[in-house]
């Protein structure tokens, strides 16, 4: 387990925590690795101050940083409700000069024994390049979708009480409190999401010029009822004239709402904004209300992509701390090379109101990678389907559907989802 301060890679970089009259150095080498694209004074404060020094490793040679790692410190929503604790794996980059020397793998060996040292039993990420991170073990755990809404042909449909919602506008900045506490109270409702520490509601509000693709500086309308906040909306407009009119596109930012009528009072806001034909959504998630709503999907084109991936850093911990839908009483054979204190047969027992999850020497009834566990770890992607996969193997008849069942998944857009409630949900990257 490496807790020192300092610790060799295979390439003869040193690898050692941040230091913070190193960050600038360190940060520059993150951005070179994402195209050298300068950011703005704002979103470089920001980030720096978010940057958790003493859970952030730098690969160095000399005085020049060759590779980056971070990880907040998060808390993860899982099924059942609990707040678990979760390494945000994030900044990650090595130097295109330094590749191929074993210097992500040795970032990945130290952070995952820092993580375990820390007491977290997950790590999170949300991957630049998919291929990279199923083998240290992270599996894609939720989608997101995507959407854009041709809103002169599609019509929504709206719920009774949508009429007693007032909207008003407002500056971001102004009413940052309010939604911050409307998505606060919606974090222990679904699966995924991130329950925010201080600073990080910064990141909805930030507005570089240079993020904005021509569109507009970002706006935002608060829903309100009875003189309380009950949802809010951020968004930009990007003006388009043609010969014929008129036809700019609405792009939402993020939006979220406390209940039925709430979000459908903003997304019919969005669809009737003057000289505009498009809504524009993105990362949205995979059940969201409004494809219930709408005249014609097909005209929506909603789009599944990638999110967020986990990875069971301890498995009896992780698998204890989420309840199952269904019960489960089923052992694990566990494949996990990278993190061989996982590796091995677990039985997990458990319901809708709790879970235990034991070593065991008794016959395996599934066996499957750490990565399969951590991809259906949310219930967002089917134990069953892995298994149809091939990804997932039974040996024991019916504990694959047993277990599946337990987890949920199988509903939502596309056969992903969170089972018998919400499909999980990552609401912002990191």
């Known amino acids: 387990m ?4 300092t610790a060799a890679t295979g390439s003869s970089a040193e690898l050692r925590v941040l230091r913070q009259d190193e960050w600038d150095k360190w940060y520059d080498t993150l951005l070179r690795g994402f195209g050298g694209v300068p950011e703005s004074a704002e979103e470089r404060e920001l980030w720096n101050a978010l940057t958790e020094y003493d859970r952030s490793l730098g690969a160095w040679v000399g005085d020049e940083c060759v590779g980056t790692a971070g990880a907040f410190s998060f808390r ?6 609990a707040s678990v604790p979760a390494a945000g794996v ?7 000069t330094h590749r191929r020397r074993g210097v992500l793998t040795s970032m990945m060996r130290r952070q995952l024994d820092d993580v375990r040292a820390w007491g977290e039993p997950l790590a999170v990420l949300t991957a630049s390049e998919p291929a990279i991170y199923g083998r240290f073990g992270y599996g894609n755990a939720t989608f997101h979708l995507n959407t854009e809404i041709d809103t002169s042909r599609v019509r929504l449909s709206v719920p009774p009480g ?13 009413v940052l409190d309010a939604c911050e506490a409307v998505y606060a109270r919606l974090v222990p409702t679904r699966p995924g999401m991130l329950a925010r520490r201080p600073g990080w509601e910064r990141l909805g509000v930030l507005d570089p010029e240079s993020e904005r693709g021509g569109a507009s500086p970002l706006l935002c309308v608060v829903a309100e009822r009875d003189g309380e906040t009950v949802g809010y909306a ?16 609405v792009i939402v930012e993020s939006l979220a709402a406390l209940d039925p009528a709430a979000d459908a009072a903003l997304w019919r806001f969005l669809f ?10 993105r990362g949205r998630p995979v059940d969201d209300a409004w494809q219930y709503l709408v005249s014609d999907i097909r005209r929506c084109l909603p789009r599944l992509r990638d999110s967020l991936y986990v990875r069971p850093v301890e498995v009896g911990a992780a698998l204890e701390a989420r309840t ?31 879970a235990s999850c034991e070593r065991t020497a008794d016959a395996a009834d599934v066996v499957l990678s750490v990565r399969e566990l951590g991809a259906a770890y949310l219930g967002g992607v089917s134990l069953a389907s892995l298994g149809a996969a091939g990804r997932v193997r039974e040996v024991r008849r019916g504990a694959l559907a047993e277990a599946s069942l337990g987890f949920g998944g199988g509903g939502g857009v596309g056969g992903v989802g969170g089972g018998a409630g919400l499909a999980p949900w990552l609401p912002h990257g990191f």
């Open 2 to 5: 490496a807790t020192d301060a």
């Open 76 to 81: 993860l929503t899982v099924p059942g409700g």
């Open 90 to 96: 994030t900044m990650v980059s090595v130097a295109a």
């Open 162 to 174: 949508t009429d007693d919602v007032r909207l008003r506008y407002a500056a971001p900045a102004d």
């Open 234 to 249: 951020r968004y930009r407009i990007k003006p388009e004239w043609e010969t014929a009119g008129p036809n700019g596109t």
């Open 272 to 281: 009737d904004v003057d000289l505009t034909s498009k809504v524009v959504a």
């Open 324 to 354: 199952y839908q269904t019960p489960v009483d089923v052992v694990f054979e566990v494949e996990d090379a990278f993190c061989p204190w996982n590796a091995g047969r677990w039985r997990l027992s458990g319901d809708q109101k709790g």
